[in-house]
Each structure stands twice: as C-alpha cells, then as structure tokens.
C-alpha cells in the first residue's frame, strides 16, 4: 500500500484526480496487461488539437493509467475497425497530397527524419546479428511507403501490406515493391520473411496479442519482428494527456514495462527495448523480438 500512494502522489494523473473532486477508487477498471488497478486520468468531451476529425459525435472518451505496470488505456465506444480507416482515407485522402507529403518526408536529413533512424537502428541490429542472412521485409501498415522505400535504400526485399487503396498506389508508383491491401490477420500465402515489422500499428487494434501470434507464420527460422509504439508513460509524466500518443484512434499507450508483457505473453524473447524521443518530437517505445 505504501508503494502505491508514494506512485500516485508522485505522478501527473494523481493531482488531476484531487482537482476534479472525485473519488476514483469507486470505479475499478484492471489493466489488460498487468491486471492492476488502473485509475482515469482525463475525460475527454472534444477533441484534442491536432487530433484527426473523424466525425465522431457525441464526443466521449476517457484515459486510465495502470498504478502497476503504468501502461494507458483509451477508453471509448468509437468504430475504428479496419474497414472505418479504410473507407474513411479513402474518402478524405488526395493522391496529390499523399505524393507530395512523400517527397517531403523522402528529402529529409536523417538527424530530422524518424524513418532514417529507424532504418540505421534496424540495420545497425542486422549487421551485426544477422549479417549473413538476407534482408527479407513484410512491413504492415505501411502509410504513405516512406519506411519501406528508405529499407530499400538499403537492399532490404520489401513488401508492404497497407489497407488504403490510395497509398498502396502511391507505394506502387513511387516505390516499385511489391505491396497487398488486404487485412494482415486474413493473409495467407504471402511468403515468410526475416523481419516483420509493426512500425506505429499495435496501439491501433485492440488485439495486439492476435496480431503477434500472426506473424509467427511469416517469419523464417530465427526471425525476428520489430515492434514501434507510443510511449505513453514518457510523454505523460513530460506533456500530460492532450498529445498525439493519445488520440482516439490509439487504443494503447505503452510504458516499457508494458510492451515486455506483451511480448512475453505471445512467447516472444525481448532482444532489444529502447524508450527514445524521435526528431518529430514523438516518445516512442521500440523493440525487436523473436519467438523463442
């Protein structure tokens, strides 16, 4: 009991209860991680700046934060299926735009671009682990392609699975990879790879377990996935909750201990786990993992 008062007195959410006057400990929700306590730490009745408007009305959401393993939940009643993202992208994407965004995210020096240092970090972790083995990549939920394209740069066979019709055309025009359209947990003969990546995927489903197992059909023999998620511990205890690591369409914001739970609890070996703070000012939680 002890520990816990001293982590509720020392964090942001805790003064945030004792101003909105009410008495938390009424209502008991457990974290899907841990399964301790987790305790609000802000209702939402509009969107936050910056967040994406989906159209959503009325607009109710909540966050709660585990006082144990410190991951967040977002609480909400919102369709964000992959049907919801992909008729919705569709209807408000502009090929133009997405291909000008591309060549602007393309152009950037790798000290301002978040796609470059992940791809150094991956590449820096293959030459010196695996080395000898071919650089095979199925990056799923590939956005505009700018992952991909930088990976291959660097002589990495990439394939790019990404719901959106728009910007697996841009892929196809812009990149020249090989790239599918279907939902990741209806694949099938699509091949296995060395690296399977979820780069900013797993906050966006509300089974990321399911997803994980998924990719132990795709993987070759020593194998291994690489893993990207808001940090959502780091950013609230340095911002507090309004930024994007906690938009409506993350169902999750990680801590580090949290992202260790889900890897081992789908029978995966943490090989790496590093908290960082990209050039785009996101806290990001990154890991690469292979099944044991």
């Known amino acids: 009991m002890e520990e816990r008062k001293e982590f509720l007195e020392n964090t942001w959410f805790h003064n945030q209860r004792l101003a909105m006057g009410t008495n938390m400990s009424s209502i008991r929700k457990l974290c899907p991680f841990c399964m301790t306590e987790q305790v609000l730490i802000k209702q ?3 969107s936050p700046k910056g967040e994406t408007n989906f159209g ?3 607009y109710s959401r909540s966050l709660w934060q585990c006082i144990g393993c410190h ?8 369709d964000l299926s992959a049907s919801f993202y992909k008729n919705h992208y569709q209807k408000s994407t502009c090929p133009e735009k997405l291909r000008s965004r591309f060549l602007e995210l393309m152009s950037l020096p790798e000290g301002q671009s978040d796609n470059r240092q992940r791809v150094k970090f991956i590449n820096d972790f293959w030459n010196s682990n695996h080395a000898d083995k071919k650089r095979s990549c199925l990056d ?10 930088i990976l291959k740069e660097s002589n990495w066979d990439c394939v790019a699975l990404e719901p959106n019709l728009e910007a697996c055309q841009l892929i196809q025009e812009m990149i020249g990879i090989k790239v599918l ?8 003969k699509i091949g296995d790879f060395n690296l399977i990546s979820f780069n900013k995927v797993l906050e966006h489903t509300r089974n990321p377990k399911a997803m994980l197992l998924q990719s132990k059909l795709h993987l070759k023999s020593e194998g291994v996935v690489y893993i990207e998620l808001p940090d959502g511990e780091t950013a609230l205890l340095k911002s507090g909750p309004d930024r994007e690591e906690f938009f409506v369409e993350h169902f999750d914001a990680y801590s580090r201990k949290s992202l260790e739970l889900l890897i081992q609890s789908v029978k995966f070996e943490v090989l790496t786990l590093d908290q960082i703070h990209e050039p785009s000012g996101k806290f990001t939680l990154r890991a690469l993992a292979k099944p044991q």
């Open 181 to 188: 359209s279907e939902s990741f947990m209806e694949c099938d």
């Open 71 to 78: 991951h967040i939940t977002n609480k909400h009643h919102f």
């Open 140 to 149: 799923i939920g590939s956005g505009l392609g700018v992952f991909p394209a």
């Open 44 to 46: 939402f009745t509009k």
């Open 56 to 58: 959503f009305k009325p």
